[in-house]
């Protein structure tokens, strides 16, 4: 069984929809990275939350500590916000992340 | 624009080459990684240097032969790879190993010939 799986593994969404990526772990950690790749290879860090809920602009992520369980939301989603979104736990005596296989999003206008 | 910079953007080498991949980055961060990722899969931890020194080598073959010269610099010495070491090699930094947030560079895509 994998230690982080995310949901769905593909999400297609017209431009403007609510959209939520869900992510579940099985292993005790500290911490919880999502994280954006776009197609050519660059990966940006949206968010590193321990408990509660953080927001930045149109993206909002929140984390349940006692369910293991983290989710990404995206409002009024754009066709630019299309990319692979990827949920990573730190665990582990040296706080490595631990990747979800990610999520692929694609907005179409 | 990644405050972490990797060099080459694209590297194609044969089976008998020595390379090398750069990673610089200026944020003054004291933990810096390298990650292997292949085509549609999660990032692969290499290696990790935390204050310099060598903290985690998560069991990668002597190929590939990290060096952390600075602070500011990580470097990834490639000798006698094989075509499926192909992949796409991502450097990262945070203030220090562990609970911090994670900047990743841009990547270095390597092609074995």
């Known amino acids: 069984k994998n230690e982080v799986e995310q949901s769905p593994q593909n999400l297609t969404a017209q431009e403007g929809e609510f959209i939520t990526i869900n992510c579940s772990y099985s292993?005790?950690?500290?911490?919880l990275h999502w994280l954006q790749q776009h197609p050519g290879g660059g990966i940006v860090s949206l968010f590193m939350?321990?408990?509660g809920k953080k927001k930045h602009g149109r993206l909002i992520a929140t984390i349940n500590i006692q369910e293991k369980h983290s989710s990404l939301h995206i409002t009024a989603s754009h066709p630019r916000d299309s990319a692979v979104y990827i949920c990573a736990p730190t665990g582990g005596s040296q706080g490595n992340l631990i990747f979800g296989k990610g999520t692929k999003l694609s907005v179409k206008p | 624009d990644t405050e972490v910079t990797q060099t080459p953007k694209h590297l194609v080498m044969g089976m008998t080459n020595k390379k090398s991949l750069k990673c610089e980055q200026h944020m003054g961060h004291r933990a810096m990684y390298w990650y292997k990722q292949k085509a549609k899969k999660p990032p692969e931890l290499m290696f990790v240097y935390s204050y310099e020194k060598l903290s985690i080598n998560e069991s990668v073959p002597s190929r590939f032969s990290p060096e952390c010269p600075n602070s500011s610099l990580l470097n990834l010495h490639l000798h006698a790879l094989q075509p499926e070491d192909s992949a796409l090699y991502l450097c990262?930094?945070?203030?220090?190993?562990?609970?911090?947030?994670?900047?990743f560079g841009n990547g270095t895509r390597l092609t074995v010939t």
């Open positions: 990262a930094s945070s203030p220090v190993q562990g609970d911090s947030p994670l900047h």
């Open positions: 939350l321990s408990s």
């Open positions: 292993v005790g950690i500290s911490a």
